[in-house]
C-alpha cells in the first residue's frame, strides 16, 4: 500500500521569505511525487513531479521540490513567499510500477503568506 | 495543455432528488477517469475508477446505487448522486488519465453540491 504524509496542517510565512511543506512518503517500489495546489473553490492544479533523474525539481511559479529517498521525504520549497502563494497544497504519490498506479493524496497543508 | 472540464461548477438541490455531474477531457482521451469527493479543508478522498466501456470501480464504503458512474465515451464520465440527502453535500472533482504513453493526470475545477 502507498500513503502520504503531510505533518503541517498549517504553514504561515512572511512574504519575502523562504518556505517549506514537508511531505513523506511511503510506496513498495519507486514513486511517483507530485505537489497540488488548490485555491478556494477551486480544483487542483500541477506543480511539479518527480520521476526519476535529477532529486531536485523544478516546478511552476518557482516551487522546487527535493526528492530524497533515504528520508522519503519530497518537500516542497520556494525561496522566496509571495501573499498569492497562500492556498492548500497537496502533495500525492504514485507507485511507478504499480497495476493500480492511482495517485494517494495527503492530507493537506494550508500555507499563509503573510504581507 | 491537457483541459479537464465539469460541469456544473455548483449546484443547489432539493432532498431526495438526483443530480448528474460531468466530466470532460477537451484536448485527449482518457480510457480512464476518477471521482474524488473532497470536505472542507480535507484532502481529496478517490471514490470510483471509472474505465470507459465497463463498470466503476468503487472504493470501499462508497455505495455504487448512490453514485452512479457512468463512462460512456473516452472524453466523458458522468457522476450522478441519486436521492441526495444533505450530507451528501461536498466538493466534487474528477480527474482523467491521458490515454496517450506519459499517462499524466489532469483534474478538473470540481463541482460544489449542496443539498437542502
Known amino acids: 500500500a502507498q500513503s502520504v504524509a503531510q505533518p503541517e496542517d498549517q504553514v504561515n510565512v512572511a512574504e519575502g521569505n523562504p518556505l517549506t511543506v514537508k511531505c513523506t512518503y511511503s510506496v513498495s517500489g519507486n514513486p511517483y511525487l507530485f505537489w497540488y495546489v488548490q485555491y478556494p473553490n477551486r480544483g487542483l492544479q500541477f506543480l511539479l513531479k518527480y520521476i526519476t533523474g535529477d532529486n531536485l525539481v523544478k516546478g511552476s511559479y518557482g516551487f522546487e521540490a527535493e526528492f530524497n529517498k533515504s528520508q522519503t521525504s519530497f518537500h516542497l520549497k520556494k525561496p522566496s513567499a509571495l501573499v498569492s502563494d497562500s492556498a492548500l497544497y497537496f502533495c500525492a504519490v504514485r507507485e511507478f510500477s504499480g497495476s493500480a498506479r492511482q495517485l494517494t493524496f495527503g492530507s493537506g497543508t494550508q500555507l499563509t503568506v503573510l504581507p | 495543455g491537457a483541459v479537464v472540464s465539469q460541469h456544473p461548477s455548483w449546484v443547489i438541490c432539493k432532498s431526495g432528488t438526483s443530480v448528474k455531474i460531468e466530466c470532460r477531457s477537451l484536448d485527449f482521451q482518457a480510457t480512464t477517469m476518477f471521482w474524488y469527493r473532497q470536505f472542507p479543508k480535507q484532502s481529496l478522498m478517490l471514490m470510483a475508477t471509472?474505465?470507459?466501456?465497463?463498470?466503476?470501480?468503487?472504493e470501499q464504503g462508497v455505495e455504487k446505487d448512490k453514485f452512479l458512474i457512468n463512462h460512456a465515451s473516452l472524453t466523458l464520465s458522468t457522476l450522478t448522486v441519486t436521492s441526495a440527502h444533505p450530507e451528501d453535500s461536498s466538493f466534487y472533482i474528477c480527474?482523467?488519465?491521458?490515454?496517450?504513453?506519459?499517462?499524466?493526470?489532469?483534474f478538473g475545477p470540481g463541482t460544489r453540491l449542496t443539498v437542502l
Open positions: 471509472s474505465n470507459e466501456g465497463s463498470k466503476a470501480t468503487y
Open positions: 480527474s482523467a488519465r491521458d490515454s496517450r504513453g506519459n499517462n499524466e493526470q489532469f
